[in-house]
């Protein structure tokens, strides 16, 4: 069974940065794309970013210029770098791996932006 942890969300002032993470239980290679999702409260869950396994990266334009997908190999592990964060961006962020069309998921990291 396919594994994924999020880490490293928090309360951020806006403005600020955080830089999310995700360890995945088996070589990313084996999947088409790392992704980063959230969920805000009585929002659908929503695509932020993603890796494939060709090291392209995708954004959703809310976020571009501001956040960074990037993948250690060797750790099997995703990040999301999150730069001049605002108050819409609190949300649940929840990591996937991407095979064919099925999802697996991690169980999500809360990141809060408020003054």
């Known amino acids: 069974q396919v594994q994924l942890v999020e880490s490293g969300g928090g309360l951020v002032q806006p403005g600020g940065s955080l830089k999310l993470s995700c360890v995945v239980s088996?070589?990313?290679?084996?999947?088409?794309?790392i992704n980063w999702h959230r969920q805000a409260p009585g929002k659908e869950r929503e695509f932020v970013a993603s890796?494939?396994?060709?090291?392209?990266?995708d954004y959703t334009d809310p976020v571009k210029g501001r956040f960074t997908i990037s993948r250690d190999n060797a750790k099997n592990m995703v990040y999301l770098q999150m730069n001049s964060l605002k108050l819409e961006d609190t949300a649940v962020y929840y990591c996937?791996?991407?095979?064919?069309?099925?999802?697996?998921w991690g169980q999500g990291t809360q990141v809060t932006v408020s003054a």
């Open positions: 996937s791996a991407k095979i064919l069309s099925r999802y697996y």
């Open positions: 088996e070589n990313i290679f084996n999947f088409n794309s």
């Open positions: 890796i494939n396994v060709g090291g392209r990266t």
